[in-house]
């Protein structure tokens, strides 16, 4: 690939984290894109929405940030790319990806909502290793109210992951009182075990509150500041529904 700058595509970097624990197998290095068209309810990094707010970079300046952690990943996990919503940028992501490939042949996760997707082809995901999806609920009317944008191009892209035989994480926010609903998750574990052995595993992620101050000091309304993180109980009740679809559930 060439790497010269003039010829690289440029992208928008909200920030990086290395040894990350949650963002697919093993230790990750992440790289979090600013950009989003979702104003979920619940998002905790509001401050990524915004494409421009980011650090401009090239592939090559991103590629850097990876270097000295390289050989630690090869054994103990690899890169992922999230944010903001990777596919808001998807040239420049692709680009990266391929770049990570061939010059350190690490493993590579990206994190998306899939609303996008059809901004790629399907070649665009050869150099992606898992797919860590988010599916923020299984109503298309209360997605559209949580999301600000509709359901069904996400499940599409599910779709089109599974016929591409591309491996899939499933990750579901469980908030009380918005997606907390036996039948609504009920519905969607029912199309996730559909989906077949692509999906690894579903990750049950309970609703915090720790991006609360970030609404408030981008002087935002945080319509959620009074709903309870969900219980153990109903944490335990989500995963049951999914175990007993045979689904992986963590």
Known sequence: MNTSSAT????????????????????????????????????HNPDTWKLHNGRQVTVE??????????????????VTVSGGEP????EFVGALFAAIKQQYGLH???????????????AWLDNVDLVLLDIKHSDPERYQAL?????????????????????????????????DGDADIERLADFVADLGPTVERVEVLPFHQ?????????????????????????????????????????
Request: charged letters at 20%.
């Open 147 to 179: 999301t600000g944008q509709p359901l069904q191009p996400t499940l599409d892209f599910a779709r089109r992951l599974q016929r591409l035989g591309k491996k899939m994480w499933i990750r579901y926010v469980l908030v009380p009182g918005l997606t």
């Open 87 to 90: 596919l808001m940028q998807a």
């Open 210 to 250: 720790l991006g609360a101050d970030k609404w408030t000091q981008l002087g935002m309304d945080y319509a959620l500041a009074d709903t309870p993180v969900p219980t153990a109980e109903q944490v335990a009740r989500a995963h049951a529904i999914f175990a007993a679809r045979g689904l992986k559930v963590t």
């Open 61 to 78: 300046q991103a590629v850097a940030d990876v270097a000295r952690y390289a050989k630690f990943l090869k054994f103990a996990g690899g």
């Open 8 to 43: 690289q595509p440029l992208g928008y970097l909200h920030s990086t984290e290395s040894g990350a624990g949650v963002d697919g197998p093993g230790m990750r290095f992440v790289f979090f894109m600013s950009g989003c068209q979702f104003r979920c309810l619940y998002c």
């Open 108 to 122: 590579t996760a990206l994190d998306t909502q899939g609303f996008l997707h059809e901004n790629i082809d399907d």
